[in-house]
């Protein structure tokens, strides 16, 4: 007997196309309640840049990301460097 699971188990790409379509909805949510919401804006230009200064200094930065076990992602990066870096050092010796 087939296992029915089996016989609907989405492709791959499929499920990685659908987490990356609820990152950006999670984005999106958290970006409208954030700056949107409320607030009018003179130009597309001026949103654009409420948007990017957004993403670029609070949204992608310093906030907490729980993928990232609850590191921001520069903290992330500095301590992947620094596990790299003491790894290669390991290496050579």
């Given at each position: 007997?087939?296992?029915?699971?089996?016989?609907?188990?989405?492709?791959?790409?499929?499920?990685?196309?659908?987490?990356?379509?609820?990152?950006?909805?999670?984005?999106?949510?958290?970006?409208?309640?954030?700056?949107?919401?409320?607030?009018?804006?003179?130009?597309?230009?001026?949103?654009e840049l409420v948007i990017?200064?957004?993403?670029?200094?609070?949204?992608?930065?310093?906030?907490?990301?729980?993928?990232?076990?609850?590191?921001?992602?520069?903290?992330?990066?500095?301590?992947?460097?620094?596990?790299?870096?003491?790894?290669?050092?390991?290496?050579?010796?």
């Open positions: 007997m087939c296992d029915i699971i089996m016989i609907f188990k989405p492709p791959y790409k499929m499920v990685e196309k659908v987490t990356e379509l609820l990152m950006y909805g999670v984005l999106f949510s958290t970006l409208k309640k954030d700056i949107i919401y409320g607030r009018r804006f003179k130009t597309r230009e001026e949103a990017i200064e957004y993403t670029e200094a609070f949204y992608n930065c310093p906030r907490l990301h729980s993928t990232l076990g609850n590191l921001s992602p520069m903290e992330y990066e500095r301590q992947y460097s620094y596990r790299e870096e003491v790894a290669q050092q390991w290496l050579l010796k």
